[in-house]
């Protein structure tokens, strides 16, 4: 007689909020706990010596409801102290534990920081499977010592009640931009023949006559609000390239605006250099550049029955990222 396997999805909040946070792992646990994994969010405190507190009287007595089976903890949860504990909790014979990674530090901010970087690794080392961003990602932990079972996710799923307009020939010479506006410094040098309509918190006091600030929204509201052409994806001080901590990033991870613009309806431009630049060619959902100076000549380039194809296709793949598909194929791999 098979006996059921019990699943679990461990999300990790700030112990004042009500909810996981990004919305990425909110939709993670939403699309896990509608496929019968029970949720269990740990409210952690910030101060040092309370994560230490909430650990012995807290933490201990959510992990103990855990029984024997799979358990995926999305990483990170931006204490070292207890992730070691939560492994070292979870991980045994009976358990199978793996980790959905939303971030990997020693690209994003620990890059050169070898110690750092290095008890990165050892976390990374310590679980039973690993769903990572994409293939880029992948190379660059074997590269530097991963030995865990690894899948890729490809891009992040998006739910979203958003419905996408049947796609038309016809284009409005919009191009959209979501994000933290603080990193996006390129904005102030980015001259082009589009509208640039420019979302989210800490726009700059001044922008060229092409950018419009149109305000920061809820990440569920705001796909009613990106009507255009194209999503932009870049990152850094430069339209030149993607440089900086965050351009270099990109190198490596699977941006979760990228699944924001695609579940809107909006095809993609994105570096050439970008992880997801292969991806976005190879399915034809949008065009790659090199520089933010040819973004111009580029988009003039695309023909109105491209532009249609592309619409389509974007239909298509935001129909996937709307139903969780892409988590729940990697998770499936992972478990056969």
């Given at each position: 007689?098979?006996t ?49 507190l ?28 207890l ?20 971030d ?108 419009e ?12 609000f ?7 994806v ?6 030149n ?9 990109l190198?490596y ?59 389509k ?24």
């Open positions: 007689m098979k059921e396997t019990f699943k679990y999805v461990i999300t990790a909040c700030d112990k004042e909020s009500n909810h996981a946070g990004p919305k990425a792992k909110e939709d993670i646990a939403r699309i896990l706990v509608n496929q019968n994994y029970q949720e269990n969010m740990l409210k952690i405190p910030s101060r040092k010596y309370k994560k230490i909430y650990f012995l009287h807290s933490m201990n007595k959510e992990l103990n409801t855990i029984k024997d089976g799979i358990v995926v903890l999305q990483y990170p949860i931006y204490s070292l102290f992730t070691h504990k939560i492994i070292k909790k979870l991980r045994s014979e009976d358990n199978k534990l793996i980790l959905v990674v939303h990997i530090e020693s690209l994003r901010i620990f890059e050169g920081v070898e110690e750092d970087t290095k008890k990165e690794l050892e976390i990374l080392n310590s679980v039973d499977g690993l769903v990572v961003h994409n293939q880029s990602m992948v190379m660059w932990l074997k590269l530097h010592g991963v030995r865990t079972k690894m899948v890729t996710l490809k891009i992040f799923d998006y739910l979203s009640s958003c419905s996408i307009s049947k796609p038309q020939k016809g284009r409005t010479g919009i191009i959209c931009y979501a994000g933290n506006l603080y990193k996006a410094k390129f904005l102030k040098e980015f001259k082009t023949d589009n509208t640039v309509a420019v979302f989210g918190p800490n726009p700059a006091d001044n922008y060229p006559s092409n950018i600030y149109r305000g920061q929204y809820a990440p569920e509201k705001l796909p009613e990106l009507v255009g052409d194209y999503g932009l870049w990152d850094g001080p430069s339209e390239t993607c440089d900086g901590v965050y351009g270099h990033y190198k991870n699977s941006p979760h605006k990228v699944s924001l613009y695609l579940s809107s309806g909006l095809p993609i431009v994105i570096w050439k250099q970008a992880a997801l630049a292969n991806f976005v060619q190879e399915k034809s959902l949008g065009i790659v550049i090199e520089s933010l100076a040819d973004i111009d000549h580029t988009l003039g380039q695309v023909t109105d029955e491209e532009y249609l194809k592309m619409k296709n974007v239909a298509e793949i935001a129909k996937k990222l709307k139903s969780g598909y892409f988590i729940t194929d990697a998770l499936s791999k992972l478990n056969q």
